[in-house]
């Protein structure tokens, strides 16, 4: 796919220098056919397992001046001879789109980065990782656009530091869909911007029903892709052609796309909401691990007693150090159904766990002598875990509130209503008004001052953007005083 023509711009953007959608593109789009060969199952994480052979050498992407090297097959995923199931039918758009290669050589990587820097406007990224397949969050595959340059796919292991990507377009505008996905994995290779517009959180703001990639696409530039690897094992070698055409589109079309939502959001009036959001994205910081992790397991409820959860524990830090250990995800080495039937039937011997029926996984017999010294270990231990975790302290769910806390539950639902008409009015949805965790806490435990600005402190502390305490801080303290008038008695000043 060569770099769409610049069109004219649209006035009065305040993102940037906006261009009218890919209207050559939009007219050859048709929607997808029905029926077909169903996907190809996504390929083991298992390094030995086969992996989908790669398609001959063909052109590069987007006409980069200097033609990546054709794809060679990864140590950690050695080729195989066997070639990708491929629909029967695939939707024009995607099928009229020039091969894709991947770019593995610094050479190669240091003259796109050359193409990229002469480039205009702001630039298209995106990563797609193996969740599901592998243990880490890393990417492996990163895709660049930007005007005037065309499209390039990067492939993050064999290139290693990405500090000449990161200082040609560190002052430029990033675009995403969705950045929250994608900023952690590429802060891993230095890949870090300082602005960006997210094209997903744009039509949130915007009011779109559907704000997946493909809806938006479709919505504001008239065309229809194809959304069928989203879920894929990328860290699959070589990849197969029809995935990085995938993978290319999703970052081809971003800037159109980011113009049209820019136009859109400045004739609502939503220009400052999107940038606030946006900023915040940039800056939230991740969230800390959890105290007790293997309380997460699926089924837990059905354990009794401290032994049995003890036995849990353990067969979770095995398999969670084994997983780490072997880059799999860890659910494809023993699932949670087989952790929690071992440690309901604690048993005894190395034979006893083998004769679980329930204990499966394609790592269970393999490593069976890992999880029987686990089990083992749990069974033996005198550190038994609490019947109930001790992890940060949560408020308990609404509805039990009538019961445990009757005041904050008529400030909640008096202020759930206030702030739900509000995003009603605004066309926003409620979770991004006010996300619902700051709504319950400040009704939990609201300030001593009932009146607005004590409200709106609150708020700013618990990071409410600016406009969402302007938005929401008279509403909910109008609802917590009127709340404790219907109740005959003044609002207290806390619970």
């Known amino acids: 796919m060569t770099d769409p023509a610049a069109p004219r711009p649209v006035p009065n953007d305040p993102f940037a220098v906006p261009e009218s959608v890919l209207e050559a593109a939009a007219a050859a789009a048709t929607p997808p056919p029905s029926g077909g060969s169903p996907e190809p199952e996504p390929v083991d994480a298992v390094p030995a397992e086969a992996a989908p052979a ?47 290669k991947v770019i593995e050589s610094r050479e190669d990587y240091l003259a796109a980065v050359e193409q990229i820097a002469a480039g205009h406007g702001p630039v298209a990224l995106d990563a797609e990782r193996a969740s599901g397949y592998r243990y880490s969050q890393r990417a492996y595959l990163i895709q660049v656009f930007r005007r005037g340059a065309g499209a390039f796919l990067f492939d993050p292991i064999a290139i290693g530091s990405f500090a000449e990507l990161q200082d040609a377009i560190v002052d430029e505008e990033w675009l995403f869909h969705a950045a929250s996905q994608d900023l952690p994995c590429l802060r891993e290779v230095g890949l870090v911007p300082t602005r960006i517009f997210d094209t997903e959180l744009g039509a949130r703001i915007a009011g779109f029903p559907r704000v997946g990639l493909g809806a938006v696409v479709e919505q504001l530039l008239g065309i229809t892709l194809a959304k069928a690897h989203s879920a894929a094992d990328w860290s699959t070698r070589p990849l197969p052609q029809s995935w990085l055409v995938y993978a290319s589109l999703d970052v081809e079309l971003l800037p159109d796309l980011r113009d049209a939502l820019a136009e859109q959001l400045e004739a609502a009036g939503k220009t400052r909401i999107a940038q606030q959001e946006f900023q915040a994205v940039l800056t939230r910081a991740p969230k800390p691990p959890k105290a007790e992790p293997w309380r997460r397991l699926s089924g837990m409820h059905a354990l009794r007693g401290g032994r049995a959860l003890a036995i849990a524990r353990e067969l979770w830090e095995a398999r969670d150090a084994f997983a780490q250990e072997t880059d799999i995800a860890p659910g494809r080495t023993i ?27 394609r790592a269970s017999r393999s490593e069976l002598d890992r999880w029987w010294a686990a089990v083992e270990a749990g069974r033996t231990t005198e550190d038994l875990p609490k019947l109930r975790g001790r992890g940060e302290p949560t408020l308990p769910p609404p509805r039990a509130w009538a019961d445990r806390n009757p005041e904050a539950d008529r400030r909640y639902k008096a202020a759930r209503a206030a702030v739900l008409a509000r995003a009603e009015e605004l066309d926003i949805p409620l979770e991004n008004l006010l996300t619902p965790d700051t709504l319950r806490t400040v009704a939990w435990e609201p300030p001593a001052d009932l009146s607005t600005d004590g409200v709106a402190a609150a708020l700013a502390a618990m990071d409410a953007r600016p406009w969402q305490v302007e938005e929401t801080a008279a509403r909910i303290a109008e609802a917590f005083v009127a709340a404790g008038q219907d109740d005959g008695r003044a609002t207290p000043a806390s619970s």
Do not use: M, N, W, Y
């Open 54 to 100: 790669a398609q001959a050498a063909e052109p590069a992407a987007a006409q980069p001046a200097v033609e990546p090297p054709a794809a060679t097959p990864a140590a950690a995923a050695p080729e195989s001879t066997v070639e990708p199931a491929v629909p029967a039918a695939v939707p024009s758009f995607e099928a009229s789109h020039d091969a894709v």
């Open 335 to 361: 699932p949670d159904a087989a952790i929690v039937a071992a440690a309901a039937a604690a048993p005894e011997t190395r034979k006893d766990l083998a004769a679980v029926r329930a204990f499966t996984g």
